[in-house]
């Protein structure tokens, strides 16, 4: 988030709030009923918006963790379309060579 970002969230905030204070004035409050008001829904409007993104931080559902699982799964298709690419290029030979190279390699780092 940039700075001009959190410029806009707080004076959207502050417009919000004095909105909340024109309507509750509006509808017949005086004016500190409406600015207590207004602030009462401000607070469970950043409770909420708090609330949410806890949500999301404990089910891992962060914009960039999205990102992420997103960028590692394209990542690992092109990789293994590559990989099979290799694999069927080579003579038969030389698969049976790798694949018995593999199996030697994993034995050896299993013990």
């Known amino acids: 988030m940039t700075r001009i970002n959190v410029i806009q969230i707080g ?5 919000l709030g004095a ?3 024109g309507v509750f004035r509006l509808i ?24 949410s ?3 999301r931080v404990f089910t891992g559902k962060m914009t960039f963790m999205e990102q992420r699982k997103r960028y590692r799964n ?11 690419a ?5 003579t038969e030979e030389e698969q049976i ?12 780092s299993n013990t």
């Open 53 to 55: 993104y806890l949500l």
């Open 97 to 108: 060579r790798l694949i018995e190279e593999l199996e030697a390699e994993k034995k050896s």
């Open 19 to 21: 909105l909340g204070f």
């Open 28 to 51: 017949g409050l005086d004016g500190t009923s409406s600015g207590i008001a207004a602030e009462a829904i401000l607070i469970l409007v950043v409770l909420a918006w708090t609330g």
């Open 74 to 84: 394209a990542y690992e298709k092109i990789t293994n379309a590559e990989l099979q």
């Open 86 to 90: 290799s694999f069927d290029s080579m």
């Open 11 to 15: 004076l959207g905030v502050l417009l």
